[in-house]
């Protein structure tokens, strides 16, 4: 991590009554807490998946978050965008969400990045953080995400959904990454497709999960496996991805 994860500045008293809840939970603790302030986490996408992921990562009290989302907001976002209001119809949704996150925790740092990710901005974005969601609906842009945060060695939560799944995998360094499980974004893959905002919610809301298990080495990430769960009958898989010698991201020629 970029900052001293240990150290990450002493926790004022606003924010030991804040946190008092989560710093009771095993393993986490004041320690915890402190990992969680001193660190830097890029949200790529601030949509249905992405939008819950940085509420939880900014209640959670990460000390810097880097929403990177470019257009404005559309009346058939809401159903999913929870960051968002009706008010603000046709103004930029990374503003927007930057807006309710800070009111959220005023103790976080909400920068702003009116960008997706591109081959020319990937390693940029995710260079000042300590760590990345990725939940972007198109496979290029997770896939650039995967590469750039790879070749820094930053740890990468990828979160995705579709109609009724939600899907998970973490991507540490040295371990196999999503490149492994995709090496070419799949044919046909449409930049629309069937969302419930809850099942969007619900990978989001794991994601952060998952980030902040990683910051703090608090429980077992998903390191190298990808978690399934078809919401409509409740039934969850885990599988291990193993890592691909000819993986042009990881493998050991990359």
Excluded at 172 to 199: D, K, Q, S
Aim: glycine share 12%; proline share 7%.
């Amino acid at each position: 991590m970029h900052g001293d994860a240990r150290g990450g500045g002493g926790l004022t008293p606003d924010e030991l009554d804040r946190y008092s809840w989560q710093r009771s939970v095993a393993g986490f603790g004041d320690d915890g807490q402190r990992r969680l302030k001193a660190a830097a986490v890029l949200v790529s996408r601030v949509g249905g998946v992405g939008g819950a992921a940085a509420t939880y990562l900014a209640a959670a009290g990460v000390g810097r978050i880097v929403l990177a989302h470019a257009g404005n907001l559309r009346r058939n976002d809401l159903n999913r965008q929870t960051l968002m209001s009706t008010s603000g119809i046709g103004r930029p949704r990374v503003e927007q969400a930057a807006e309710r996150l800070r009111d959220l925790n005023p103790h976080v740092v909400v920068e702003t990045v009116p960008e997706n990710a591109t081959a020319d901005n990937a390693a940029r974005l995710v260079a000042g953080c300590d760590l990345v969601v990725s939940a972007a609906p198109l496979f290029a842009e997770r896939l650039l995400l995967n590469a750039a945060a790879v070749r820094q060695g930053r740890p990468l939560v990828d979160a995705a959904m579709y109609d009724a799944e939600a899907r998970l995998m973490s991507v540490l360094p040295g371990g196999p990454c999503l490149a492994c499980l995709y090496p070419a974004p799949p044919p046909h893959w449409r930049r629309e497709f069937p969302v419930l905002g809850a099942v969007a919610g619900t990978a989001g809301t794991l994601a952060a999960l998952e980030a902040i298990k990683i910051l703090t080495g608090c429980g077992t990430p998903l390191a190298g496996r990808l978690w399934t769960c078809d919401t409509a009958t409740m039934t969850c898989r885990t599988l291990t991805i193993p890592a691909r010698r000819e993986c042009p991201v990881c493998g050991p020629r990359a």
